[in-house]
């Protein structure tokens, strides 16, 4: 399952491209935008998905994504927690939902600008969405990979996937055994996945 055809595939096309001048990837998105594709998708699959899935599936799509090209797919820190992975802006949105199918797109709040006072009063919630980046393509190239390789397991199942040992959530959390909320280094996310993809694979691949 780590090394799935489709994904072997994808990073080792992905590294040999990545040198090219003409190859432009988005800047890191917010961690709710990466969230709502995946609700997306699983929408559009009849795929309810829970709080802890999304939580996994991010983490899997962000680690394959600096894998591929070096550079984070969300905005946010992911943190090591007691039971995984943690990205804490998705914890505190879908947790609401609890062990439950998640029912709503997560949701940004802004202030915009009041017609009546031309001040920026309003608050205005709106969902986060990568459509509204143009070079986000690749983004979801990678999290629709990813949600064919993990979309159809449980949150259990998801889960003991992170606790891999020596992966990068043991390793951080094995360093600061009594810490909650410590950082997991997105270089040693990216090793672990880079490994990952290469795995198995015949020298000089």
């Known amino acids: 399952m780590w090394n799935s055809v489709a994904l072997r595939q994808l990073i080792h096309e ?3 491209l990545s040198s090219a001048d003409y190859i432009i990837f988005g800047m890191p998105y917010p961690a709710k935008a ?14 309810p998905l829970n709080p802890m899935q999304i939580q996994k599936l991010v983490y899997f799509a962000h680690g394959w994504y600096l894998a591929m090209t070096g ?29 439950g199918a998640i029912q709503e797109r997560a949701t940004e709040a802004q202030l ?10 309003v608050i205005h919630f ?14 979801k190239n990678v999290i629709r990979r990813v949600w064919e390789v993990y979309g159809r397991f449980t949150a259990l199942q998801l889960s003991q996937l992170t ?3 020596d992966g990068p959530w043991e390793r951080t959390r094995r360093a600061n055994p009594d810490r909650k909320g410590t950082d997991i280094d997105d270089k040693l996310i990216r090793r672990y996945f880079v490994a990952k993809a290469t795995a198995n694979e015949p020298a000089g691949t």
Not at 34 to 47: G, H, P, S
Not at 126 to 139: G, I
């Open 14 to 16: 992905q590294l040999r």
């Open 34 to 47: 990466v969230a709502n594709y995946f609700l997306d998708l699983a929408e559009r699959d009849d795929k």
């Open 126 to 139: 709106h969902a986060p969405s990568l459509d509204a980046d143009s070079k986000a393509t690749q983004a």
């Open 71 to 99: 550079e984070p797919l969300v905005e946010e820190h992911i943190e090591s927690w007691q039971y995984g992975p943690v990205i804490p802006t998705l914890y505190h949105e879908f947790k609401r939902w609890g062990a």
């Open 112 to 121: 915009i600008e009041n017609p009546k006072t031309g001040r920026r009063t």
């Open 163 to 165: 606790h891999e040992p």
